[in-house]
Every structure is written in C-alpha cells, then in structure tokens.
C-alpha cells in the first residue's frame, strides 16, 4: 500500500513540475503592470456596478483603453471607496 501511496505522489509532483515548467511565461514589467491595472479595473466595475454603472450592461469587457473611463466614473458617481480605487487605477 505505502508503495502505490509513493507512487502515486512521485506521478503527481512530476505531473506539477512539467506544468510549471509549461506555463512559465517571461513578461517585462511594463506589460505586468498594465494586466494588473486591466485586471483591478475589471474587479471594480463589478464591485461598483450597482452605485457607479448601473445604466451600463453587466457583460461589458474593460480593456486597457477602459480604465480611465473606469476611473472616471469611480470619481463621479461613486463614494469614498470607489475614489479610492480610482486613485489606484491611476497610479
């Protein structure tokens, strides 16, 4: 049994070591930081939908060319938390 349990472990690192291996991917940190701004302006366009986008589609893609859009109207419609994402957005 403790044979097969071993067995079994050593499949499954090996299986995660080439899936690591794989899916490395080398980004400069321009391009990083404009997926992380992308990815933030998409969290807070469903996080503030109901008080700041509320007469806009809830399937709408943001893309890099929407996060200022984004944070505008974080600015405009929104309370102190959303001016405070929108602060962020703009870094």
Same mark, same amino acid.
């Given at each position: 049994? $403790?044979? $097969?349990?071993?067995? +079994?472990?050593? /499949?499954?690192?090996?299986? =995660? %070591?080439?899936?690591? !291996? !794989? ?5 400069? *940190?321009?391009?990083? %930081?404009?997926?992380? %701004?992308? %990815?933030? *302006?998409?969290?807070? $366009? ?7 986008? @509320?007469? /806009?589609?809830?399937? +709408?893609? +943001?893309? =890099? ?10 600015? !405009?419609?929104?309370?102190?938390? #959303? @001016?405070?994402?929108? #602060? !962020?957005?703009?870094?």
């Amino acid at each position: 049994m $403790f044979y $097969f349990m071993s067995a +079994i472990r050593d /499949y499954l690192a090996e299986i =995660g %070591r080439r899936g690591g !291996k !794989k899916s490395r991917r080398s980004l400069d *940190a321009s391009t990083a %930081r404009a997926m992380v %701004r992308v %990815r933030e *302006a998409r969290r807070a $366009f469903k996080r503030f939908h109901a008080t700041c986008f @509320w007469s /806009y589609r809830t399937d +709408i893609v +943001i893309g =890099g060319d929407d996060i200022a859009w984004v944070a505008e109207q974080l600015r !405009k419609h929104g309370d102190r938390s #959303a @001016w405070a994402m929108a #602060a !962020k957005l703009c870094r």
